[in-house]
Every structure is written in C-alpha cells, then in structure tokens.
C-alpha cells in the first residue's frame, strides 16, 4: 500500500510529530515505544518526502 500526501498534509505531519515526540517523558515501556514509532515515522517521512516540501510550503 502506498500512501501519497499533499505538502499541506507533510508539513502538518511533520509538525504535529516533531512537537509531539520532543514532550515526551519516557516513565515507562509503552511510552518509549510510542517515542520510537513516532521517530520512525519522522523517518519515514524524511526519506520518502524531501525537506524542500516544507521550505516550498512556507516559501
């Protein structure tokens, strides 16, 4: 399955996910795997979307 984003959706992705994952406070197991999903989705979406997404959205 593969699923395409408009930049709108990227940058909001990208966002939502970088706030996100840099509140977290890791107490417990299940937190630090939702830390490590949310990480690689951000991986995810580096590789697979280029950074100039976002800067062409700003811009």
């Known amino acids: 399955m593969c699923v395409k984003f408009t930049d709108a959706e990227i940058a909001y992705i990208k966002e939502s996910v970088e706030n996100y994952s840099s509140e977290f406070d890791i107490y417990d197991d299940e937190q630090e795997l939702k830390l490590k999903i949310y990480e690689q989705i951000m991986l995810k979406i ?11 959205l700003i811009n």
Request: aromatic content about 28%; overall charge negative.
């Open 46 to 56: 580096e590789s697979e979307y280029k950074d100039i997404y976002l800067f062409r």
